[in-house]
């Protein structure tokens, strides 16, 4: 099967001391299957640029995106394949954001997505989790949602972060026609930048 055609994709994410690291794969019966992207997010950069490759020999470029300004709080991320075309954009909702964290989605010929946190009580805890002293400092343990919608609010896909402490995310897609690779971006990016 290939990645556009997937319905689910399962996504971990493991920490180490310079990297994030994220595997995307490739439902098996409920489970992870084939991995099909793999990506290292360095810390502490100051633009962000994130290269998704088909495997973990980094042989191959899946997709790519990068941030378009260096200090930008409701910037955009473009996402280019591995000739460096465009396949879309996604953006975060600063000002919507302040309260429930809304993220925007674009893809030529299908308009705009937007996904915001399913659960606004949640999200008002996760704004407070940041600033309790030495608490803050540690990942958020619990789980998070995320739904995206057309303008119209037909269902694009879902982010589900399905375990309490370590970042494994459960990714459903219900558009047929929404691209694969943005939908693994934004994904990437609900993670590596949420809170920023």
Known sequence: MSVQNAQVLHMHQKVTFMVNRY?????????????????????????ERVTIYTNSSKSRVLFEFNARKVLDLGGGYDVTDEQGRSIGLF???FGKSLLRST???????????????????????RRVWGWIPYIGDAPFPMRYHFDFATENGAPVFSVDKKTWIRDHYLVTIQDPG???????????????????
Do not use: C, Y
Not at 28 to 33: A, H, I, L, M, V
């Open 178 to 196: 929404v691209d694969r690779r943005l939908v693994i971006a934004q994904a990437v990016a609900l993670d590596a930048l949420q809170s920023r």
């Open 103 to 125: 993220w925007h989605l674009e893809q030529p010929g299908m308009g705009t997505a937007t996904g915001a946190e399913r659960n606004k009580w949640l999200a008002g805890f």
């Open 91 to 93: 953006r975060k909702d």
């Open 23 to 47: 595997e995307v794969f490739l439902d098996d019966n409920g489970r992870p299957g084939q991995l099909v992207g793999f990506a290292e997010q360095k810390r502490l950069k100051i633009k």
